[in-house]
């Protein structure tokens, strides 16, 4: 709410730029004619021209945040020409003087009380009016764009636009007499011009280091401890050790009466969201008299898919006797924001209860909690009576279900039943798993072998060495090393790493279809291939997603593999290793 009314405060004081003098007395020629016939039409030749050049301020803003290098660097190429024109007056003039003579031209020529004759000097004012607020208002835009969010994007435009439009009304009502009040207000106008240009160079040089995405995630999300488990960091990575013991399917676990669970607490509020999809947004009033199963995971996440077969049997199952499920959608890493690969992973799992996009971990902090994935298990008063992390004990987590549905008597319908999963959601045999989930990006990555040495955000020439140790890794070819992520920046880049598992994936992800090749061992896996893989090792990267690359038919005899994929071309960019 903060931005949205700063940002409409914004464009109320857009009008103090110097560049929109010149058509200013054409519109003021305008403040006694008619609303419909003149004034009407001018405002609406200004707001088609003004969201044409919004929308390439939003571009802009997707470019920064989503694109890959060269469209990043263009991008910024023109945020830092904005920023640099806001503080130097001759800069400014030279680049918007073009725009300034057409439109002082088409204002000139188009006289007349009118409809046509106003709509043009509407559009003069627009061409104008644009660029004065380009570079502020690509600012705010491209903050909304770094965290996927449509909605926010356009919300931004309509409270600038609507800023704008009242200092229009305002100077129409005024007439004349306006003119000279705000020349004298140019002083002022020029400082806080300069300064909101020092804040788009800023801007740039945050996008260039990463800080936009690595800055912003630190400090929404909270960093705890206990005296047993490190628990997630600031960045809120998933913790193999600490999930370990929960994500076996022989862990059972035990039933508990359900008068013997303590009341946790009552269900937080969800009005955190960015946004929900296959629902309306919920309340805690919505759900008041509903058994509430909430589900923390993101679409990347290996012990999150595992657990979604259930998830959704238990939705689909229950649905009739009063369970809702709410699956909470908490992005671990920057793709995971973008709400489009969020609807294209719940299309591909065949996902159809709600879902709440929780792209700032507003409902992650206030629920406290720590893990992907994290079930917690609402009463019909809103009150939470149980909750499990991680993968496992799954006849228990139905167990609490039935009994929260079954309180004050009520009959439940449904019957237990197998549940079948296929693929990647097959569960682990984590009793043999030896390697822990390992990220690439130099942010929280261990065991990586750097030879000759490793570079951070910058272009680094590596070598494999001839030998590995168990779960150590490396990198072959010329790579770009970041927080986050490794991307392969020439073809037939590699990645090796000495595992121990039956299977084997990886988060990648690629703007467009990159073949790889997987080799284990030196030879093709053929029967040990995954699922996105074939016989001899050959798969594309096409999206930004979790890949199996090996599971291994014989789990009865694992051993230490050597595990390596070459990218046939550049631009991939490689996340974390999961096994299972």
């Not at 004298?184 to 740039?204: I, Y």
């Not at 945050?206 to 929404?220: E, K, Y």
């Not at 929900?276 to 919505?286: A, G, H, I, M, Q």
């Not at 140790?469 to 020439?490: D, M, P």
Request: aromatic share 10%; proline share 3%; net charge neutral.
């Amino acid at each position: 709410m903060i931005l949205i009314i700063a940002t409409y405060l914004a464009g109320v004081l857009t009008i103090l730029s110097p560049c929109i003098l010149p058509v200013l007395p054409f519109v003021f020629s305008k403040s006694q004619s008619s609303f419909l016939k003149s004034r009407l039409p001018l405002l609406a030749g200004m707001a088609l021209t003004f969201s044409l050049f919004s929308a390439i301020a939003i571009v802009g803003g997707e470019w920064i945040g989503r694109a890959n290098e060269v469209g990043r660097i263009v991008a910024m190429v023109l945020m830092i020409i904005f920023g640099l024109s806001m503080i130097f007056p001759h800069i400014s003039e030279t680049v918007l003087s073009p725009l300034t003579r057409f439109g002082a031209r088409i204002g000139g020529q188009s006289r007349g009380d009118n409809i046509y004759g106003s709509f043009v000097i509407g559009i003069s004012t627009g061409l104008l009016w644009a660029p004065c607020a380009g570079p502020i208002l690509g600012l705010v835009l491209t903050g909304a764009a770094s965290s996927g969010n449509l909605a926010v994007s356009i919300g931004l435009l309509l409270s600038y636009s609507l800023g704008a439009a009242t200092s229009l009304s305002l100077a129409l009502i005024a007439g004349n007499r306006f003119l000279g009040t705000l020349k004298k207000s140019l002083g002022v106008d020029q400082l806080v011009k300069k300064a909101l240009g020092f804040a788009v160079l800023l801007g740039v040089i945050a996008v260039a280091f990463n800080l936009d995405r690595t800055v912003l995630t630190r400090i929404s999300k909270i960093e705890t401890s206990s005296v047993e488990n490190r628990l997630l960091s600031a960045i809120g990575h998933r913790n193999f050790e600490e999930n370990k013991p929960s994500n076996s399917m022989m862990m059972i676990g035990t039933t508990t009466k359900l008068e013997n669970i303590a009341i946790e607490g009552e269900l937080p509020d969800l009005s955190g969201a960015s946004s929900w999809l296959n629902s309306k947004p919920l309340t805690r009033e919505d759900l008041k008299g509903k058994v509430v199963l909430i589900d923390f995971w993101t679409y990347s996440c290996i012990n999150c898919l595992r657990t979604l077969p259930y998830v959704k049997s238990w939705a689909e199952k229950y649905k009739l006797d009063g369970l809702v499920v709410i699956g909470v959608h908490t992005p671990e890493f920057a793709f995971e924001k973008i709400v489009s690969n969020v609807q294209n992973s719940l299309k591909d799992l065949e996902i159809t209860y709600p879902i709440a996009l929780d792209s700032d971990y507003k409902i992650w902090n206030a629920f406290k909690n720590s893990y992907w994935p994290a079930h917690y298990f609402v009463d019909r008063q809103g009150r939470i009576r149980h909750h499990h992390f991680g993968e496992g004990e799954y006849q228990e987590s139905e167990k609490i279900i039935r009994d929260l549905l079954a309180e004050d008597g009520r009959t439940i319908h449904a019957q237990n039943g197998e549940v079948h999963a296929a693929g990647v959601q097959i569960a682990g045999s984590l009793e043999d798993v030896q390697s822990p989930e390992t990220y690439v990006g130099y942010g929280r990555t261990k065991n990586f072998v750097a030879f000759p040495s490793e570079s951070h955000d910058q272009i680094g020439q590596y070598e494999s060495p001839k030998k590995l140790q168990l779960n150590q890794w490396a990198l072959s070819g010329k790579w770009l090393v970041s927080e986050e992520k490794a991307t392969v920046k020439q073809a037939h880049g590699k990645v090796v790493f000495r595992f121990h598992a039956r299977d084997l994936h990886l988060v990648l992800g690629s703007s467009h279809t990159i073949k790889f090749k997987v080799t284990i061992d030196g030879h093709a896996p053929e029967l040990d291939q995954g699922i996105d893989i074939d016989r001899n090792g050959f798969g594309e990267v096409n999206e930004h997603r979790l890949y199996q690359l090996i599971r291994q038919r014989n789990s009865e005899q694992l051993s230490d593999h050597l595990f390596e994929i070459e990218f046939l071309d550049s631009g991939v960019d490689v996340y974390a290793f999961t096994f299972g």
